[in-house]
C-alpha cells in the first residue's frame, strides 16, 4: 500500500507541481516500517511453537520435543543442537545471512547428513503430521476421505503460511508494476530541454527502491513456498504411511505395492511441488489487470484490444485443460503398471534368474513403458505447443496492439511503446506461467484423487477380536460360530463354522492337507480376517511367527528385539533355544550385522530362525506359529520344537500349524482341517483312533518311516548311546542351519564391511562428462547447434523488433515519424513472427531430443539392471532401483527437457539485456565485469554445498520408499506384535532426515539469490546515475529508454537459478547413468557354442576339480569337488552348514562362475555355452514357492509355450486340477501380487506344475515340499519317481524320508566330497556320517 501511495505521488508530483516534503518523508516511513512489521509477523515463531507443543501429544512420537521456551534449541538423541533458523535475528532473516555457517562448512569438505542441523519443531514430521491428522479429522471408519475434504485439511495446515505468501506476492507483484509505469516519465526526463537533477536522482531512487522491494519480497515468498512444499510433504507421507498400516487384505489386493509406491514417490512430489504454483492461480488476472491498466495509461482504448485478446487466449485453456488431464491420467495409471510389474520382477530377481525368465519380464516392462510413452509423448507435446502459445502471446498481444493504434491513428510515442513493452515483458511471465499453472493444477488433482481413493480404501476392523478382561478365566482363546471371509462380497466363506476353546498353557497342533485353510485360522486369530458372523475372543497379548518370513532390513539384534528393551539375559536364552549363537560367531558383526531387504544375506532357515527368536523375546501370552519348521533342517526342527515350544513357551498358550507328524503327539489338542473347516478335534490318540482324514497323513508319515526300520532295528543301547555323542559332537562343530551361503557372505562382511552398503553417492561436480553424454545420447547431439541458433535468432529478433519500433517513432507528439505507419507495422510483423517460429523450433527440438533420450536410458538402465549378477540384487535395497525406475525417470521424461529450455533462455536473454546496454553506452561493462565477476564467486561458493544437499536429498529419500513396502508387506506381523507405534515413529523420522536437505537446500538457494539481486539493483541503479549524468544529445532517450527497458528485469540470479535447477535435477541421469554401468553376467546366447535342440539327452553330470569362490579375495568354499551324477539317476545332497549344497546348485545353474574346475552337462561344458541356453533346458523347484501377479497360466506358462491341454495335464498330476477347476476362470483365475490368494503349499505345487510342464532332463528340488503336508509329499514324490524316471533329480533336502528312496547320495562338508553311494550302502556302513544323520532323526522321531 505504501508502495502504491509513493508511486501515485510520484506521478502528481510529475504531472503537476511540488508536493510536501513531509508527504514524500511520510511514504519512505512508512514503506520501511511496513516491511518492517510485515517480516517480524512473518517470521515470528513463538506461537508456531506454543502450537507445536500444543499439539505434540497428540502423537507420542517426537524425537525432536522442545527443550527451550522460546523455540530455539532441539533435542536429538538427548543432546541439544542448536538451529540457525529459530536463533537468527532479523537483519540475519532478511538477508539469509543464518546459512553463512553451513555453507562455509560445505566449501571446505563434502557434506554429510550429520552436517545438517534439525528442523524447528514446527517443521518437524511429527507435529506437521499431528496438526494434518487433527485438520483431517480422519479415524479410517465412519467418515471417508475426499478430494474436497483433502484439500481442506492441508489449507487448514498451511493457512498461516498461505496467507503470508499471499502478502509478499501481492508486494512483490505492485513492486514489479513500477518500473513499466515510471520508464515514459523517464524518457520525457531525458528528453526534456531544462533537467532537474534531483527529479532524476528521485526516479533512480524510485527504481532501486522497487527492485529492492521486489528481491525482498520475491526472496522470502520463494523460500516460504519452499517450506510449505517439506510440510506438505511430511503431513502426506505420513497419513499413506499410517493408511498403509491399516489397510485390510481386500484393500491390498485392490491396491497393489507398485501404485502405492507411485503414491509416495510421484504423487506426494508433484502436490509439494504445487506450492510454488498454489499463488499463480489468482495472481495471474491481478498481473493481467495491473498490466492492462499500465498500457491504458500509455495506449488508451488500445488497451481494450489487449484485454480483449488475452481473454481469448484465457478461454483457449478450458479444452487444453481436460486434454491435459487425460493425458496425464492416462500416463499415471500406466505408469503404475509399469512399476508393479518393475517391483515384483526385483522381488523375485532370483527365481526369473534360475528360470531363465528374465528377458521375458523385461520385454514386458518394456513393452508397458512403450505404452505409458504414447501418453506420455501426446502430453509433452501439448505441454510444449501450449508453452510456445503462451510464450509468444505477450508478442501477438504487442503486435496486434500496436497494428490497432496504427489503424485507429492513434499517435505512438517512443515513451509509451517503452512502458508498453516493459508491461508486455512482465505480462509474459503470467502467460507463460499460465499453461504450467493449468497442467500442474491438472496433475495435482489426479494426484490427490489418487491419494484421497488410497485413504477411503477399507481398513482391518479393529473390533474384529474382543479382549477378555485380564481376570477372564482359564480361557486363552476362543472362537464361537465363526463365519470368515478375506473377501466380505464373495459368497463363499474363507472358514466355517469355527467352535473351538483354547485354554491357558495348552499346545495347539493344527494340520491338515494343503489349501484347507490352517494359515487363515491364525490370520482369524490375529483378527487379519474379515468376521462375517460369530464370536473371537482373546485374553492376553499374542506374538505370530509367519510362514513367509518376514525380516526387516536392519541389525539382526534390531530384528530380534522388535522394538523392546534389551534383557541379556533373556536374549542369551532365546539364542540359544534358537540355535542363532554360532551363526552370529561366523558373522564378523556379529548381531550388529546388517540384514539386506528382504533378508537376502540370509537363508531360509536363519530367517525363520530370527522370526522365532523375536516371537520369544516378546514374552507374550499366546503364540501363533504358522509351520515355521518347514524352512529349517530335519534336526533344527525338532531342536526348536524341543527348545522353544516345550521350553522356553512351556508354560504359554501356543498354537502351531505344521506338517511334520512328529510334532502332534506333544500337542494337548490337534485340529484337523479340510475344506475350510475343523473336521476332528482332540488329543493324537483320540484321532488316530477314529481314523479317517487323519490317518492319510500319519499313514504316509509312517510309510516314509517304514525305509529306516532296519535302523531302528539294529540300533543297540550302546548305539544309541554312540548316536548321541555323534550328535552332540557334530552340533558342537557346527551350528544348526541349512544354508551353506550363508558362511562366504559373513567372511565377505568381514573383508568389506556390511553387505548393504549406504548408498552410493557422487562426490564433488556433476562432470561435463554427464551433460556430454546426456545431450550426445542421441543423433550424437546433432540437433543441439540446431536448438542453440533457433534460441539465438529468437532473442536477435526479439531485440530487433524492440529497437525498430522505438526508432521509428518519435518521443513527443508533435514531432513526425521517419517512416511510414504501413511500413512500420509490416516489419514489426514480420520480425514478431519469425521470433515465434524460432520459439517454436527451439520447442519442439527439445522436446523430441528429451523424449528420445529419456527411452534410450530407460531401455539402457532397464537391461543393465535385467543383465545384472545376482549378488547385486542382494547388496541393493529395491527402494533405490525403484527410486531411479520412478523419480529419476520421472524427472528425464518431463523436467530436464523443460529446465534445460528454461536456462537456455536465461543464458542467450541475459546476454542480449548486457548487448542492449553496452550498445547503448559500453562504458557500463566497468560495473558489469565486476558485478558478472562476484556473482561467479558467490556462486562458486555455495554450488558446492547446495550440490550435495541436493545429493543428500536423492539418497533420504529412498529409504521412506523402502521403509513403507518393506512395513506394508510386514503390516500382519507389526500389528500382532503391536508396534505400529513404533513403525510409525520411524517413518516420521525418515521424513524428517528427507527434509533437512530439503530445507537448508532451500536456505542456500536464497542465500545466492538474495545477493546476485542485490549486486543486479545496484549496478541498475548505477547505470540509470550514469544515464542522467551523460550530457544531453549525446545518446538518444528513445535507445536509453529501451536499456532501462531491458535492464528492468536484469540479474544474473535467473541464469543461476536455472543453472542450479539443472545441476540439481541433471543428478537423476547421474543416478540413472551409474546403473547403465552395472557388471553384467556372461553372455544369455553364444552362437559359437549353441547347444542341440535335444540337448541334454542324457542329464549326465560331470564335475572335475570345481573350486568355487564368492569374491576374488574370499576363500573356497567349494574346494576341488570331483564326481559324477550318471544320467537318469537320483541323487540327493545332504550336510551340514557351510558345506555347499547351494553353491553347488548355484554354479549348476552359473549363478556363481567356477574359480577353477568344470562342469559338464552330457559333456559340453557349461561355461562355454549361453546362460539362457543352459537355464532355460533345467528346472529347479526353489525352497520359497514364488507366483506372479497375472493368471494362472501366465504363472504356469510366463514363455507361452504350451497348450492348455497340457496344462491341464500338469495340474492334475502336481494334485492341483479339481481345485483349479473349482475356480472362476478356471487358468484365467487371478493370481494376486506374490500369490497371496494362494495358500504356501498351493504356491509350492504350481512350483511343481512348472517342471511338469518344461520335463528336463535335470530338475533339482531345493526342499521343493517343504510347505505340504506328509499326505501330499508322498504323492509328490510319487509323481517324480513317475514323470522323472529317466531324468537326473537333483534333490537338497530338510527331510530324511525325501532322500531315502533315491539313487545315490552325496554327503558334503566344508566343500569336499565326504561320502557319495547309494544309500543303503551308506547305512550299511553304521560308521558313515549319513547313517548318523539317518539314525539321529529317527531316534528324535521316536522320542
Known sequence: MSCSCLVIHLDLYWKHSSLPCLLWVSDVVSIIFGLFFSFAGLFGK????????????????????????????SSVNGEKTIIPYANANLFSIFTFSWMGPLLGLGNKRTLDLDDLPQLADCDSANVVFARFRNKLEYDGNGDQVSTLKLVKALILLMWKEILWTALLSIVC?????????????????????????????????????????????????????????????????????????????????????????????????????????????????????????????????????????????MLANVPLEKLQENFQGELMGSKDQRMKVTSEALRNMRILKLQGWEMKFLAKIIKLRNFETRWLKKLIYSSALTAFVYSSAPMFISMITFGFCIIMGIPLQSGKILSALATFEILQVPIYSLPDTISMTVQTKVSLDRIALFLCLDDLHPNIVQQFPRDGGDIAVEIVKGNFSWNLHSLNFTLNDLNFPVSHGMRVAVCGFVGSGKSSLLSCIMGEVPKVSGIIQLNGTKAYVAQSPWIQSGKIVDNILFGKKMDKDRYEMVLEACSLKKDLELCAFGDQTIIGERGVNLSGGQKQRIQIARALYHDADIYLFDDPFSAVDAQTGIHLFKECLLGILGSKTVIYVTHQIEFLPSADLILIMRDEKITQAGKYEEILSSGTDFMELVGAHKKALADLNFVESGATLDNLNNGEEDRNMLSSKKSIQDDEETEPKKKLLESEGQLVQEEKR?????????????????????????????????????????????????????????????????????????????????????????????????????????????????????????????????????????????????????????????????????VFIPMTVTCIWYQQYYKSTARELSRLAGVCQAPIIQHFAESSL??????????????????????????????????????????????????????????????????????????????????????????????????????????????????????????????????????????????????????????????????????????????????????????????????????????????????????????????????????????????????????????????????????????????????????????????????????????????????????????????????????????????????????????????????????????????????????
Not at 556433476?766 to 545431450?775: A, Q
Not at 536465461?906 to 553506452?921: D, E, K, L, R, Y
Request: glycine residues 6%.
Open 46 to 73: 513463538s506461537q508456531e511453537d506454543g502450537d507445536s507443543q500444543l499439539l505434540e501429544p497428540l502423537l507420542k512420537v517426537s524425537d525432536n520435543q522442545n527443550s527451550g521456551e522460546d523455540g530455539q534449541t
Open 970 to 1343: 510386514g503390516s500382519a506381523t507389526i500389528r500382532c506384535f503391536d508396534q505400529e507405534e513404533r513403525f510409525m515413529k520411524t517413518n516420521l523420522k525418515l521424513v524428517d532426515g528427507f527434509s533437512r536437505p530439503k530445507f537448508y537446500f532451500s536456505g542456500a538457494m536464497e542465500w545466492l539469490c538474495f545477493r546476485m539481486d542485490m549486486l543486479a539493483s545496484v549496478t541498475y541503479a548505477v547505470s540509470l546515475v550514469f544515464f542522467i549524468l551523460m550530457p544531453k544529445g549525446v545518446l538518444s532517450p528513445g535507445v536509453v529508454g529501451l536499456a532501462v527497458t531491458y535492464g528492468l528485469d536484469f540479474s544474473l540470479h535467473g541464469v543461476v537459478w536455472d543453472l542450479n535447477r539443472v545441476e540439481n535435477i541433471i543428478i537423476s541421469v547421474e543416478r540413472i547413468l551409474q546403473y547403465t554401468c552395472i557388471p553384467s553376467e556372461p553372455l544369455l546366447l553364444v552362437d559359437e557354442n549353441k547347444p542341440g535342440c535335444e540337448w541334454p539327452s542324457q542329464g549326465k553330470i560331470d564335475i572335475v576339480d570345481l573350486q568355487v569362490r564368492y569374491a576374488p579375495h574370499l576363500p573356497l568354499v567349494l574346494r576341488g569337488i570331483k564326481c559324477t551324477f550318471p544320467g537318469g539317476m537320483k541323487i540327493g545332497i545332504v550336510g551340514r552348514t557351510g558345506s555347499g549344497k547351494s553353491t553347488l546348485v548355484q554354479t549348476l545353474f552359473r549363478m556363481l562362475e567356477p574359480t577353477t574346475g568344470q562342469i559338464s552337462l552330457d559333456d559340453i561344458n557349461i561355461s562355454k555355452i549361453g546362460l539362457h541356453d543352459l537355464r532355460s533346458r533345467l528346472s529347479i523347484i526353489p525352497q520359497d514357492p514364488t507366483m506372479f501377479e497375472g493368471t494362472l497360466r501366465s504363472n504356469l506358462d510366463p514363455l507361452e509355450e504350451y497348450t492348455d491341454e497340457q496344462i491341464w495335464e500338469a495340474l492334475d498330476r502336481c494334485q492341483l486340477g479339481d481345485e483349479v477347476k473349482k475356480k472362476e476362470g478356471k487358468l484365467d483365475f487371478a493370481v494376486t501380487e506374490n500369490g497371496e490368494n494362494w495358500s504356501m503349499g498351493q504356491r509350492q505345487l504350481v512350483c511343481l506344475g512348472r517342471v511338469l510342464l518344461k520335463k528336463s532332463k535335470v530338475l533339482v528340488l531345493d526342499e521343493a515340499t517343504a510347505s505340504v503336508d506328509t499326505a501330499t509329499d508322498y504323492l509328490i514324490q510319487q509323481t517324480l519317481k513317475q514323470h522323472f524316471s529317466r531324468s537326473t533329480v537333483i534333490t537338497i533336502a530338510h527331510r530324511i524320508t525325501s532322500i531315502l528312496n533315491i539313487d545315490m547320495v552325496l554327503l558334503l562338508d566344508y566343500g569336499l566330497v565326504l561320502e557319495y553311494d547309494s544309500p543303503a550302502k551308506l547305512l550299511e556302513n553304521k560308521s558313515s556320517s549319513f547313517a548318523k544323520l539317518v539314525r539321529e532323526y529317527t531316534q528324535r522321531c521316536s522320542s
Open 173 to 313: 507483484t505492485l513492486a514489479s508494476y513500477v518500473g513499466p509505469y515510471l520508464i515514459d516519465a523517464f524518457v520525457q526526463y531525458l528528453n526534456s530541454p531544462h533537467q532537474l537533477k534531483h527529479k532524476g536522482y528521485g526516479l533512480v531512487f524510485i527504481f532501486f527502491l522497487s527492485k529492492l522491494i521486489r528481491c525482498l519480497s520475491e526472496r522470502h515468498l520463494f523460500f516460504k513456498l519452499r517450506n510449505m512444499a517439506i510440510r506438505v510433504r511430511a503431513a502426506l507421507f505420513s497419513i499413506i504411511y499410517k493408511k498403509g498400516l491399516k489397510l485390510s487384505s481386500q484393500s491390498k489386493q485392490d491396491h497393489t505395492s507398485g501404485e502405492n509406491i507411485n503414491l509416495m514417490s510421484v504423487d506426494v512430489e508433484r502436490i509439494s511441488f504445487f506450492s510454488w504454483y498454489l499463488h499463480d492461480i489468482w495472481r495471474v488476472p491481478v498481473q493481467i489487470v495491473l498490466a492492462l491498466l499500465v498500457l491504458y495509461k500509455s495506449l488508451g482504448i488500445a488497451s481494450l484490444v489487449a484485454f480483449i485478446v488475452t481473454m481469448i487466449l
Open 762 to 926: 557422487e562426490m564433488g561436480e556433476v562432470g561435463l562428462s554427464i551433460y556430454w553424454k546426456y545431450i550426445t545420447a542421441v543423433y550424437k547431439g546433432a540437433f543441439v547447434p540446431l536448438i542453440l541458433l533457433a534460441q539465438i535468432l529468437f532473442q536477435l529478433l526479439l531485440i530487433f523488433s524492440s529497437f525498430w519500433i522505438v526508432l521509428s517513432t518519435p518521443i513527443l507528439k508533435d514531432m513526425r515519424p521517419h517512416i511510414t505507419r504501413s511500413t512500420l507495422i509490416f516489419v514489426y510483423v514480420a520480425l514478431i513472427l519469425g521470433s515465434s517460429l524460432c520459439a517454436l523450433i527451439r520447442s519442439m527440438l527439445i522436446v523430441t531430443v528429451g523424449y528420445k533420450t529419456a527411452t534410450l536410458l530407460f531401455n539402457k538402465m532397464h537391461l543393465r539392471i535385467f543383465h545384472a549378477p545376482i549378488s547385486f540384487f542382494d547388496s541393493t535395497p529395491s527402494g533405490r532401483i525403484l527410486n531411479r525406475a520412478s523419480i529419476d525417470q520421472s524427472a528425464v521424461d518431463n523436467s530436464i527437457p523443460r529446465q534445460i529450455e528454461e536456462l537456455l533462455i536465461s543464458v542467450i536473454g541475459f546476454i542480449g539485456t548486457i548487448a542492449v546496454m553496452s550498445h547503448v553506452a559500453w562504458q557500463m561493462l566497468i
